[in-house]
């Protein structure tokens, strides 16, 4: 049998969906399962977007452009100009997801072996993006007892090597919820101009804030021409499936190297894209009853760990995730143990287990943290909450025997 690449061989599941195939085999013996796991909002998909793909009635669904229909992509200018940026529509390459936007920035600024720095934890698939890309993620860690916000000045300077080409910031954060302070980015806008790098600003939960405010890299002066913004259509419309996102750029030639690798993959979804067309019109005050609605999940979330003896977390200011201290030994072995030995009333909850949001991933960091998200309705929230408490205690009990 032919042998496959040693990257192909090195590549690890992912930390979030790899405990998948113990939840199928959990609800399989009738157990209802609470996905706090992953990402994936049950606010519904706006009417508008489902209209829109139902009424497409092209005659043959074609490719489209490289760079995205024109229309998304001005509709996309529309959307930023209400959030206070300016963007022309050429300055918007449309991708198949914030994942691919991530992909090619990571590609458009490094050379393999080159490095990007990042704060830990970190949305997991960063590590995946890098090593598709032969790209070293250079991680420095941010702490709970600082709000995960960015280590001090000196820190990252150390950080900073003659390799580094790129510093990727994720706000409000994937997975600790932390929103970066204008002064923050200010910092990075700094330290990227004295050693000519870029900032790559993934915002893929800007509108989900509630508490400060969100400043985006394309609003800080001196990343002009540096900052490379990610987004997305799957969290703020609630349209995981329809893999649109988008990179923006005022540098002409990120632009112009975004439209030749979107050359190389034809095009991004056809049909999806007219309909993001019709939620990217719906304009900002859209948000604003989901954004309720998440501040009632993080609470009840919050409070729920609260409540559970031995579990510490931070309350977050935004997005729809938490990273939380449990009292546990290994994060890892009790997530899986919640699936494969564990019921309340037929219940367990799912968690996603805080080694896989470290560069190092092997358990020397994040140990004993896990991840939930919290988009599940308060009432379930609850249950889950409930049902996370029995088991914490559950285990003290058999680890102890
Ligand atoms: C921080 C962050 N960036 C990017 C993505 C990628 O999202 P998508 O490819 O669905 O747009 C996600 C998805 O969970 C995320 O959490």
Request: aromatic share 8%; with cysteine.
């Amino acid at each position: 049998m032919p042998r496959i690449s040693s990257r192909a061989r090195s590549f690890p599941d992912s930390p979030i969906r790899k405990l998948a195939p113990l939840a199928d085999a959990a609800r399989m013996r009738g157990i209802h399962v609470h996905g706090l796991n992953i990402g994936q909002p049950d606010i519904p998909t706006p009417p508008e977007f489902l209209e829109a793909l139902r009424g497409y009635d092209a005659k043959v669904l074609a490719y489209g452009r490289s760079e995205g229909e024109p229309e998304l992509r001005e509709a996309f200018a529309d959307y930023y100009r209400q959030a206070g940026l300016t963007v022309a529509p050429g300055e918007i390459v449309v991708t198949a997801g914030g994942s691919e936007a991530l992909l090619f920035a990571m590609q458009i600024v490094a050379e393999p072996g080159d490095e990007i720095l990042c704060f830990e934890p970190f949305y997991t698939n960063y590590s995946a993006f890098a090593r598709m890309s032969g790209v070293t993620l250079k991680a420095l860690p941010t702490e709970a007892a600082e709000g995960f916000h960015l280590p001090a000045e000196a820190a990252i300077r150390a950080a900073l090597t003659p390799r580094t080409k790129a510093i990727l910031l994720c706000s409000p954060n994937n997975p600790t919820g932390t929103v970066l302070t204008a002064g923050e980015l200010d910092l990075v806008a700094r330290l990227a101009e004295e050693h000519g790098l870029f900032v790559i600003g993934d915002e893929v939960y800007r509108e989900f804030v509630y508490e400060g405010r969100h400043t985006s890299v394309l609003a800080i002066p001196g990343l002009e021409r540096r900052a490379i913004l990610v987004d997305s259509v799957s969290k703020r419309y609630s349209a995981c499936g329809a893999r649109i996102g988008c990179l923006v750029s005022r540098h002409p030639d990120v632009v112009a190297a975004a439209i030749r690798f979107a050359q190389g993959r034809l095009c991004p979804p056809v049909a999806e894209q007219r309909a993001a067309t019709a939620v990217a019109r719906l304009g900002l005050g859209f948000f604003d009853p989901i954004r309720e609605e998440y501040r009632r999940r993080r609470d009840a979330a919050f409070e729920g760990l609260q409540a559970i003896p031995g579990v510490h977390c931070l309350k977050p200011a935004g997005a729809f995730y938490l990273m939380a201290e449990l009292p546990v030994s290994d994060a890892e072995a009790f997530s899986r143990w919640l699936l494969t030995d564990f019921q309340k009333d037929g219940e367990t909850v799912m968690l996603a287990a805080g080694p896989g949001f470290y560069a190092d991933g092997s358990g020397a960091r994040g140990r004993s943290q896990a991840r939930l998200a919290y988009v599940l309705e308060v009432p379930k929230l609850a249950r889950a909450m409930a049902c996370l408490a029995e088991a914490v205690e559950a285990y003290a009990a058999v680890r102890v025997v």
